[in-house]
């Protein structure tokens, strides 16, 4: 039997697309990470992703979906946008390094995309080189694609037990990391890939929690238009430097995992407001893979007019990201996604039905 779709869950992809949009504004230099904590928002992806794919692939799994297919669905909905983003980084950097403002090598810039293109960290030996160099928020989508994969290996043996000790223990490096450093700002690095291991352990499997448990717990229900504005709030807010490491453990241990089980249960009445949340949700996955790339040539820009304001010169460019992720997401990704899904379904088709009409034999 296969499973049925899992029902859409609209709040949850304006919550996202809200994350998202204060990624793009923090990276455009709109925000400052001190003292608001915009880049917690990769916390809050962390744990609705947890949510979001135990809640679609808890059931197939139990009910015997192979691996392959689960990581194969998960490429089928990464990769494009992936690709694209790490293609637009790459085209940045060699503009650069063709105009003399780059440091890397066509060959080095070469090896960065490749290496990146499976997934891998590019193994560079500077403690302060990123993770992935082309695009630098591409550290977390490497964790993310990295979990899921564990995920599907481990799940029978993923009980509510297992995956509480994983979410405790990771619950305790984020306090001791967020204390010591002051801050949760970290993962994107090579020297600091632990840490960002400790963020997605601890998120995501959070939101598996939520995901299998939400219907014991019980909470107050909250107006969705509220919870969009707590989301946006937790992530600018500022605060003193010296509670900064509380705020940001207390807000991925605890508020944003609350924040995420309200979302699943608040939802707008509107046709039009639940299509404008959808199209949100696509928006948030887009602007994050290609906007750091969009904005690098304002970040140039910007450095070459020193006189000029940064943030008055970056508008623009964070306007173009935001079309541009608009067009990415409704011109490229939805069709790409779809031609491929229709090819690979027409694909098993013929191996499960000869030319004939009779049934393969079975392997």
């Known amino acids: 039997m296969i499973a049925s779709p899992a029902p859409k869950m609209h709040t949850l992809d304006a919550m996202r697309g809200i994350a998202a949009f204060v990624v793009a504004a923090f990276h455009a230099g709109l925000l400052n990470n001190n003292p608001q904590s915009p880049y917690l928002a990769v916390d809050f992806f962390f744990v609705l992703s947890g949510f979001v794919i135990a809640h679609a692939y808890d059931a197939r799994l139990a009910g015997g979906m192979k691996m392959k297919e689960f990581i194969g669905r998960r490429l089928l909905r990464l990769y494009p946008l992936f690709a694209l983003g790490l293609a637009l980084g790459l085209v940045a950097a060699l503009i650069d390094t063709a105009f003399g403002l780059g440091r890397e090598s066509v060959g080095v810039l070469m090896l960065q995309f490749i290496s990146a293109l499976f997934f891998l960290p590019y193994p560079a030996m500077e403690p302060e080189a990123l993770i992935v160099p082309l695009n630098g928020p591409y550290w977390s989508l490497i964790l993310e694609v990295q979990i899921n994969v564990i995920f599907a290996i481990a799940f029978a043996w993923l009980s509510l037990r297992v995956v509480g000790a994983v979410a405790a223990a990771c619950a305790l490096a984020i306090v001791g990391i967020s204390y010591v450093l002051g801050t949760l700002e970290t993962g994107f690095l090579m020297s600091d890939y632990l840490g960002g291991v400790a963020r997605v352990g601890f998120s995501f499997s959070a939101g598996v929690l939520l995901s299998r448990l939400r219907h014991r717990?019980?909470?107050?229900?909250?107006?969705?238009?509220?919870?969009?504005?707590?989301?946006?709030?937790?992530?600018?807010?500022p605060k003193p430097a010296e509670v900064r490491w509380l705020y940001d453990a207390v807000c991925v241990i605890i508020l944003f995992p609350v924040l995420i089980l309200a979302g699943t249960q608040s939802e707008p009445s509107s046709p039009k407001l639940l299509r404008l949340f959808l199209l949100a949700g696509g928006f948030s996955y887009a602007l994050y893979a290609i906007h750091t790339p969009v904005l690098h040539f304002g970040h140039v820009l910007a450095?070459?007019?020193?006189?000029?304001?940064?943030?008055?010169?970056?508008?623009?460019?964070?306007?173009?990201?935001?079309?541009?992720?608009?067009?990415?997401?409704?011109?490229?990704?939805?069709?790409?996604?779809?031609?491929?899904?229709?090819?690979?379904?027409?694909?098993?088709?013929?191996?499960?039905?000869?030319?004939?009409?009779?049934?393969?034999?079975?392997?």
């Open 217 to 237: 717990i019980s909470l107050p229900r909250i107006h969705w238009s509220i919870l969009l504005a707590i989301t946006a709030a937790l992530l600018v807010i």
């Open 303 to 363: 450095e070459m007019n020193p006189e000029q304001s940064y943030k008055l010169l970056m508008l623009p460019f964070f306007a173009l990201a935001c079309g541009a992720a608009v067009a990415a997401d409704l011109l490229y990704d939805r069709p790409v996604r779809r031609i491929i899904a229709e090819r690979l379904s027409e694909r098993r088709r013929r191996r499960i039905v000869s030319p004939q009409g009779d049934a393969l034999p079975k392997e």
